[in-house]
């Protein structure tokens, strides 16, 4: 459920574009965003660091879209965001010893002791290249195809995208579990 709610503000750019046009959708988004963000703080009375980071990326893509009547920018700013998070997993873990992805997934994952450090070290390494490989594909999806394909992309071809690099990651992640005897 957390899935389809955190794809809220893309399913509705995407219903708004085939509507209207790329910059009603991104006035859509945006206030679908900052809707997201009042609901998460109402139940919860936290925002997650990257929820915010994806509210300010919106809002200032959004409006340099919207002010300066240019598509360009909010065709810029998934990979900014992919680029953003791929940055900070890299440069956490190598320069602050800190792994993200351990850090998001560490309570839910018991992996196997003698090798959990590897594992969360080649798994932190593969998000920040999927995130890195999502960002240039996005690139080359907006500047070579069509306004359509790039929004159908967006919530099609990504989310695809990620479920399957999510299935690939959790088939390899159960070799490297902790499995409870039975």
């Known amino acids: 459920m957390k899935f389809l709610f955190d794809l809220f503000p893309i399913i509705l750019f995407f219903i708004a574009f085939k509507v209207a046009d790329i910059y009603t959708a991104t006035i859509v988004a945006m206030v679908a965003t900052i809707g997201q963000i009042l609901w998460v703080y109402y139940r919860h ?33 998934p990979t900014a965001l992919y680029w953003l998070f791929s940055s900070a997993l890299l440069v956490s873990a190598h320069f602050f010893n800190k792994n993200w ?11 196997k002791t003698e090798r959990s450090h590897s594992v969360w070290h080649q798994l932190n390494h593969a998000w920040a290249l999927f995130f890195f490989f999502m960002g240039a594909l ?4 907006a500047f070579e195809f069509s306004e359509e394909t790039w929004v159908n992309f967006k919530l099609f071809g990504s ?23 039975e």
Do not use: C
């Open 45 to 77: 009375r936290k925002i997650d660091a990257m929820q915010w980071v994806s509210l300010v990326m919106i809002i200032v893509f959004g409006s340099l879209t919207i002010f300066l009547h240019d598509k360009t920018f909010i065709q810029l700013k």
């Open 101 to 111: 992805i351990q850090v998001l997934m560490g309570k839910q994952i018991q992996l």
């Open 138 to 141: 996005n690139l080359y999806i």
């Open 159 to 181: 989310t695809g995208l990620l479920i399957v690099f999510v299935i690939i990651q959790g088939v390899w992640l159960s070799k490297h579990m902790e499995h409870p005897e």
